[in-house]
């Protein structure tokens, strides 16, 4: 049989293109591609003929029958049959280079018409080998079929990370055991959990959030990955970003210069503090190797009375590396190795002050590099998978709507990033295949994930799963293939049009975000500063929008304004709406045909009710002051009936879409609280304490539930804007003797 070797090339990307995998090309997909692929033609087929010989308990055995069942309805008998699948761990089996760490994670596949062999050289290599197999099984006509082919592989990057950010929420249990699911079958093998007041610590009274995980609860969604070989590393932020803490009056007096972002990083009492968060999350993490610090924005680092220094640039970069410096060897102490952001205000100077065995999770400074590189130390190769989008992450390119003449505000710096025109795929791509981080010594990769604009984490996996492939197989596919193979994998064959979903999804999301007047926020106040020192960029802005103004009596006078003010913004809302309607029955076919991550789809059809009723919104308000000028003729040619109808069927239309607002935004928390738990609840009379950071204006953290994601709309005072209309048609009616309940077509709603 002829043999037909698909070598995994990646130079057609410095090009701008990445050519298609093989298996892709025959109809397979595949996340991450493997180093080494060979393929022989032809098929085939899987069915409960076969058997499955394995020795043990294995979660690999585990995986593979679990998923048989759940994804394919098969069932396999143990046994050494005619046709067999064989799970086996041999050091050795694959050649994976000389890095220790690595090998283990390698595996070979071998499949021909009697036999599926998989040979890990370790029993995550075992896993990864079946996640591979796994996903190669396509249904065709009933049947399941796969590739003649043999496959070695392993990862180019040791650890390969997700990042978990549950500050503005906090995850079921159920909900977290499941993404561990999700992310082996990507060869994830370590979470950045990002826990801040979602973990109850013991030693630190009322620094976790009512109902906060327990280190009971903590330790179970470890063992859990554990299981998987994923490490669930904690992620505590500190001395920086510690509102979760310092909000609460007993710990107040520890904060810098009296707010409450940052700690006094000169006062014993803070490290005390600090190091006692850290050894409670360790004794709730046990068998994990590594710790994050985060030393995420310590913009004021040594700002504080109790500093006997000046503060200065040097000082300041000096407190960083001395708290950096204590917590490393705290940790190491414990055996746990450091990971932290190496970034403003370190200095050059100073980062010869960190142990060489810091894992740099950022590169903040491109001098760092030749220091650390002398320094032997290693970094993580990190890459965003989300910025400032509200709503839906910008996953893929929308150059276009970048001139959308509907889009009022386009130019505003907060919404957009690089990441809107290039598309966060395209992005992680790029970086993971010639990123700046190859000038050091990765050893992994960090897929961020910021929960700060409030997006559910079912709106990550597409990026999630980007970052896992590419710290995996940096540069293969290109990200179009890896798009299109990630709907196959994720949704199942049975999925249609996912691609153009999240393109509508993105575009319904930016719209809406765009849509809104940007106010600077009374009542949240202006925050306390950000990295180019206090009092700089602190204004805080609302979105909101000016309802058309109400008639006068006696006449019925009024100044429209409504329709000019948004002028360009209601010349795009015919189109948002025809892509909102044909949206949304995308997401309801789809509905009845995925197998795989039916809730995700859930998730993205209340998001798109959401934003599909704001199209709706503008319209009636629109509509409601076209209403108030037929009202005011009607007046001056003495037909003051006609004048009413026109006001009932504007109070009318806004309050029934003012309703249909309230329903959208209930029905969206009900699918969120599906996952989560509610934001900021009470438990057992613990009340939820809000308090905003006082440097980052988090959209997801404005509100203690999820009523941020409404606020706009609220902030519009739609239900006082009917009361004192309410009020002008009653006092109309009495004027010109016009009853109410004599127009039966056009009944004042309750």
Same mark, same amino acid.
């Given at each position: ?22 298996? #892709? ?128 592989? #392993? ?60 280190? @009971? ?148 400074? @491109? ?35 970048? @001139? ?59 990026? #999630? ?49 765009? @849509? ?204 006082? #804007? ?29």
């Amino acid at each position: 049989m002829m043999r037909i070797l698909f070598s995994l090339l990646v130079a057609g990307a410095l090009f701008g293109q990445t050519p298609a995998t093989g298996l #892709w090309l025959r109809g397979y997909a595949l996340i991450p591609t493997p180093q080494k692929v060979v393929a022989a033609d032809g098929e085939v087929f899987l069915d409960s003929s076969w058997t499955i010989a394995a020795e043990g308990d294995h979660i690999a055995v585990r995986s593979l029958r679990g998923d048989l069942r759940q994804f394919h309805g098969l069932s396999i008998r143990d046994g050494n049959g005619e046709r067999v699948i064989r799970l086996a761990v041999r050091n050795g089996a694959v050649d994976t280079g000389k890095d220790v760490a690595i090998h283990p994670q390698g595996y070979r596949l071998q499949i021909t018409d009697r036999e599926v062999a998989i040979t890990g050289n370790g029993d995550a290599g075992l896993l990864y080998g079946v996640q591979t197999f796994l996903q190669l099984l396509k249904p065709v006509n009933g049947r399941l079929q796969l590739p003649l082919v043999s496959i070695e592989d #392993w990862p180019r990057l040791q650890l390969r990370f997700l990042h978990w950010d549950t500050k503005h929420h906090q995850d079921r249990m159920a909900t977290l055991k499941r993404y561990l699911d999700w992310a082996v079958r990507f060869k994830v093998n370590m979470i950045g959990f990002e826990l801040e007041d979602k973990f109850a610590y013991p030693s630190v009274p009322g620094a976790g959030a009512p109902g906060a995980f327990t280190p @009971a609860e903590l330790q179970e969604i470890v063992n859990y990955g554990l299981e998987r070989f994923i490490q669930v590393v904690p992620v505590i932020q500190s001395p920086a970003h510690m509102s979760y803490v310092l909000k609460n009056p007993r710990y107040a007096h520890l904060r810098a210069d009296g707010n409450n972002y940052q700690i006094c990083m000169c006062d014993e009492e803070s490290y005390k503090l600090i190091l006692r968060m850290y050894d409670d999350v360790i004794n709730a993490t046990r068998g994990v190797d590594y710790f994050f610090v985060s030393t995420d924005e310590v913009y004021y680092a040594g700002l504080c009375a109790k500093c006997g220094r000046p503060y200065n640039e040097k000082n300041r970069s000096l407190a960083w590396a001395e708290f950096a410096k204590r917590a490393h060897d705290h940790l190491a102490a414990k055996g746990r190795r450091m990971l932290a952001w190496l970034e403003y205000p370190l200095l050059d100077e100073h980062l010869e002050m960190i142990p060489s065995d810091v894992i740099d999770g950022v590169i903040g400074e @491109a001098s760092f590099i030749p220091i650390e590189n002398r320094k032997g130390m290693r970094q993580l190769a990190y890459v965003s998978l989300q910025g400032a989008e509200f709503l839906f992450p910008d996953h893929l390119p929308l150059d276009a709507e970048l @001139a959308d003449p509907a889009a009022p505000n386009a130019d505003d710096p907060l919404e957009f990033e690089r990441g809107l025109s290039e598309g966060r795929i395209r992005s992680v791509h790029r970086q993971l295949l010639n990123g700046r981080f190859w000038q050091a010594n990765p050893i992994g990769v960090f897929g961020a994930a910021w929960g700060d604009s409030g997006l559910h984490n079912e709106t990550f996996w597409l990026g #999630w799963a980007a970052a896992a492939r590419y710290g995996w197989h940096p540069g293969t596919p290109g990200p179009e293939q890896h798009t299109a193979e990630f709907m196959r994998v994720y949704y199942g064959p049975g999925a249609g049009n996912m691609v153009e979903i999240y393109r509508m999804m993105q575009r319904q999301a930016r719209g809406w975000q765009r @849509a809104w007047d940007r106010v600077v926020s009374k009542a949240r106040g202006p925050g306390y500063g950000n990295s180019d020192g206090k009092g700089i960029g602190t204004t805080r802005y609302d979105q909101t929008l000016t309802p058309p103004s109400l008639p006068q009596l006696p006449d019925l006078d009024f100044r429209p304004g409504f329709a000019s003010q948004y002028r360009r913004l209601l010349a795009g809302v015919p189109a948002r709406s025809l892509e909102s309607d044909q949206l949304i029955h995308a997401l309801q076919e789809n509905l009845g045909q995925v197998s795989r991550n039916h809730y995700n789809l859930e998730v993205m059809l209340g998001l798109a009710e959401f934003t599909g009723h704001h199209w709706r919104l503008l319209t009636i308000l629109a509509e409601a002051e076209r209403s108030f000028d037929r009202a005011r003729n009607a007046v001056r040619q003495n037909r003051p009936k006609e004048a009413m109808g026109h006001l009932l069927a504007a109070y009318n239309g806004v309050g029934r879409t003012e309703r249909e607002g309230e329903t959208a935004y209930r029905n969206l928390v009900t699918i969120f609280e599906k996952s989560q738990f509610p934001k900021g609840r009470a438990v057992d009379g613990h009340a939820f304490l809000q308090v905003l950071d006082d440097v980052k204006d988090h959209w997801g953290g404005r509100t203690a539930d999820l009523g941020y994601m409404f606020a706009a709309e609220r902030s519009i005072g739609l239900t006082q #804007w009917r009361k004192d209309l309410r009020a002008l048609i009653e006092e109309f009616g009495k004027r010109n003797n016009v009853p109410l309940q004599g127009l039966t077509e056009l009944r004042l709603e309750e």
